[in-house]
């Protein structure tokens, strides 16, 4: 293998597991749901690919590499169907995303509690 394809699949590993750690970090930071979604499925098919594409560089021309970028195909159509399928199962059982104002009134609320002025 050439040095310039090592180089370029370890870049493109490096850069998925980026963008899978980055969407992990989303997920704890995110306030609902709904951006908690947004956020896992955009950059967990970016990451997902990314690091398949890498994979598929190590591999050569083969048949993994040919089945890795199956997987990447695959994932690109099953992922945003199945958060759409989730986000409407959450529509369906009355889940509300947070909105700015929601969590702009739940502060001053508490604020008014502990009897500080907002």
């Not at 090592?6 to 989303?26: C, N, P, V």
Request: with cysteine; glycine share 8%.
């Amino acid at each position: 293998m050439s040095m310039a394809i090592e180089l370029a699949s370890w870049a493109l590993i490096l850069l998925g597991s980026f963008f899978l750690l980055t969407g992990a970090i989303g997920l704890i930071r995110m306030p609902d749901v709904f951006t908690r979604m947004h956020a896992l499925s955009v950059i967990d098919t970016l990451g997902v690919g990314l690091l398949a594409l890498g994979m598929a560089l190590q591999a050569g021309f083969s048949l993994v590499a040919l089945k890795l970028l199956f997987l990447v195909a695959v994932y690109f159509f099953i992922g945003p169907v199945v958060t759409h399928a989730l986000a409407q199962a959450c529509l369906h059982e009355n889940i509300e995303p947070v909105l700015t104002e929601d969590r702009r009134q739940a502060r001053i609320t508490e604020l008014e509690r502990e009897g500080r002025p907002s």
